[in-house]
């Protein structure tokens, strides 16, 4: 690395601007709406375009770091991340606008997994945990502060649904830049024989190309598939406020618009982030079980406020969404950690995280073909049903099941960020 150029600092600057473009459109769909007179179900099916690609990145890109080194692979993901965010300024209709958002998608899964791995390496000899929080931080900061500033821009800024992706744009090409000022990393020693740089033939070559899951161990089977659910419930918790929440929040609050909207998604990640820095040493299966009860909680006020109104009740869920959103991503990580050694956890992370993903789809589409049928409000109060008696499955599960025993030793441990 350049000595005048410390890599650490930008390679965290670089995951935290990449990520911003993820959740950026979300206060602007109401915006979108009206302007290209979409329904509710085209809404979520912009938004499950976007969490499609980031599975499909981290399906069958995740290993692209491993063999070309980190460096590389991040320069290429924020490229295509402000590619994507330049394309969805410029964006003349739907299929544009829905192809800026699946590169977006490619792009988050490529950033976090190469800026992860860069943020290590570009500190030896640091602790692993502190590295882990930083990456989290950074991650964390991306996701909020990038509906946060695309929801301002679009209240106060003329031509919106173009000025609202400039910030995001031009902090995405210093980020190139800085990159571009970094000398290529190493490329990581192969972590096994079927490493496509040890091999001539074609079929381990595409081999590398193919989807790798990972499932748990017998002796933990149960935990890991309640803890998944409950990822799966509050990613789809989150979803919904990052897809319909500017639609609804007009009819079912006194405060509305994109500045608002874009504030409770933002409120959501930073509290779900310091949530889980306060109960990171609790109990792995009373976390589980408390971020149960919290999601059962936040679906019955968000069902509360719809009948009610009351802008301090939807505070309230959304405060409780945060809380549940945090508990249960510590509580996920926590299953995992028990159940893997370091070098076994990222292919069971992955598939934790792949269960989580499908609650930003399955749930997300369903909520769409409701509102077009049964309308907005009715909608909703299907939707928070029937995640209040999945939750309450889950948790009388959790509470049936045994503690996992203490992890295995590690040197360093794991984290990841949704939305």
């Known amino acids: 690395m350049q000595r005048h150029w410390t890599p650490a600092p930008w390679i965290g600057y670089a995951m935290c601007v990449g990520v911003m473009g993820t959740a950026l459109a979300s206060p602007l769909y109401p915006l979108y709406q009206v302007a290209w007179s979409l329904r509710a179900s085209d809404i979520t099916q912009i938004f499950v375009l976007y969490m499609c690609g980031v599975m499909a990145s981290l399906l069958f890109l995740g290993h692209l770091t491993q063999r070309f080194g980190f460096l590389p692979i991040l320069r290429a993901g924020l490229m295509m991340m402000t590619s994507g965010v330049v394309l969805s300024a410029l964006a003349w209709d739907v299929p544009s606008f829905m192809v800026a958002r699946l590169m977006i998608g490619l792009a988050s899964g490529m950033i976090t997994t190469s800026a992860s791995v860069g943020m290590v390496q570009a500190s030896p000899g640091k602790d692993p945990r502190r590295i882990a929080a930083l990456t989290t931080v950074a991650m964390t900061l991306g996701f909020g502060i990038g509906p946060l500033i695309g929801g301002l821009m679009a209240q ?33 020693k192969p972590l ?10 074609n079929t381990r070559a595409l081999a590398q190309w193919m989807p790798r899951l990972t499932f748990p161990p017998a002796r933990g089977r149960r935990q890991f598939w309640l803890a998944s659910m409950g990822a799966f419930s509050a990613f789809g918790m989150f979803s919904l406020y990052s897809s319909l929440a500017p639609s609804f929040m007009k009819e079912i609050v006194p405060w509305s618009g994109p500045a608002v909207s874009g504030l409770s998604i933002a409120m959501i990640l930073f509290l779900s982030s310091a949530f889980q820095f306060m109960v990171r040493n609790q109990r792995t299966k009373h976390v589980v079980l408390t971020a149960d009860v919290a999601l059962v909680l936040c679906n019955l006020l968000l069902m509360l406020t719809v009948f009610v109104g009351g802008a301090w009740l939807f505070a309230a869920a959304v405060i409780v969404t ?97 939305g």
């Open 156 to 188: 106060w800024a003329p031509a919106p649904l173009v000025s609202a992706y400039i910030p995001t744009a031009v902090m995405g090409v210093v980020a190139i830049y800085a990159l571009f000022r970094l000398q290529h990393a190493p490329v990581a």
């Open 322 to 418: 945060a809380f549940g959103h945090g508990l249960a991503n510590v509580g996920g990580m926590g299953v995992v950690a028990k159940l893997t050694s370091p070098a076994q956890r990222a292919g069971l992370l992955s598939s934790y995280l792949m269960i989580g993903y499908m609650g930003t789809i399955v749930p997300i589409l369903g909520m769409g073909w409701l509102a077009d049928h049964l309308g907005l409000h009715r909608a909703l109060v299907v939707f928070c049903s029937v995640m209040v008696l999945l939750n309450i499955a889950i948790g009388v599960l959790v509470w049936r099941t045994r503690e996992l025993d203490a992890p295995l030793p590690t040197n360093h441990s794991v984290a990841a960020q949704n």
């Open 192 to 201: 096994d024989e079927h490493d496509p740089s040890a091999n001539s033939t």
